[in-house]
């Protein structure tokens, strides 16, 4: 299966808002309510901000929210902060017991 | 505390094995899918494998179909990727990962281990 599609960079300034999107095709991204988004910083493993396609898990700030429409998902990071600065990765069910990621975004904070 | 503690990876020549084990702490690790991912040096992550929690149900990127295996002792709350026919595009960072349900992988992992590296070269 081929990875959906995510833009290679974002960037935006503090206290603004960023979206990052994720597109694949109606046998991922659009066919289920699996979608998945992780932060990974240099040299660490990645760590879950949003599943379902717009929940957080406990402790995850309510700055970060997900969300869908058709084969394109979106995470949206409010009030940015310096330490958001990261690569972001969607992640989606693609059936069969199997998943595939997006290519990954990496976010500047100016 | 969850914990996930990946260990087996080392340097391998072309067409050698591998196998890397992720032992599970903290949860009960029969009642949750496993997976593996890995990360190629500068590159970003790749779902690789998945397992359900009872082991019925394993699934595999095409590129390593046929060369690797994936397994579980619950018992031993211990997951493993048996590694054959290394490829040098086999070099990665492999991470084993939580799912948040029993059934499939890929729907989403909120545990990872923290890393191991495979190198593929002579």
């Known amino acids: 299966q081929s990875a959906p599609t995510q833009p290679r960079s974002v960037s935006g300034s503090p206290g603004q808002s960023v979206t990052i999107s994720c597109t694949g095709t109606?046998?991922?991204?659009?066919?289920?309510?699996?979608v998945s988004w992780y932060q990974q910083s240099p040299g660490k493993a990645p760590k879950l901000m949003i599943f379902?396609?717009?929940k957080r898990p406990s402790g995850i700030s309510d700055r970060f929210s997900g969300s869908k429409s058709g084969n394109t998902a979106f995470l949206t990071i409010s009030g940015l902060q310096a330490d958001d600065e990261a690569d972001y990765y969607c992640s989606a069910y693609a059936g069969r017991y199997s998943g595939v990621f997006g290519g990954g975004t990496r976010l500047t904070v100016l | 505390e969850v914990q996930l503690l990946e260990s087996g990876g080392g340097l391998v020549q072309p067409g050698g094995s591998l196998r890397l084990s992720c032992r599970g702490s903290?949860?009960?690790?029969?009642?949750?899918?496993m997976t593996w991912v890995r990360q190629a040096p500068g590159k970003g992550l790749e779902w690789v494998s998945g397992?359900?929690?009872?082991?019925?149900?394993?699934n595999y990127i095409d590129s390593v179909k046929g060369r690797f295996t994936t397994s579980r002792d619950n018992s031993r709350n211990t997951l493993y990727l048996q590694m054959n026919s290394l490829r040098v595009e086999d070099t990665a960072v492999y991470y084993c990962?939580?799912?948040?349900?029993?059934?499939?992988?890929?729907?989403?992992?909120?545990?990872w281990g923290q890393g191991t590296l495979v190198t593929v070269s002579s």
């Open positions: 903290g949860f009960i690790f029969s009642s949750y899918a």
């Open positions: 109606s046998g991922d991204v659009g066919g289920y309510q699996y």
């Open positions: 990962a939580k799912e948040l349900n029993y059934y499939a992988s890929g729907r989403g992992s909120d545990s």
């Open positions: 379902d396609v717009n």
């Open positions: 397992i359900s929690g009872s082991g019925t149900n394993i």
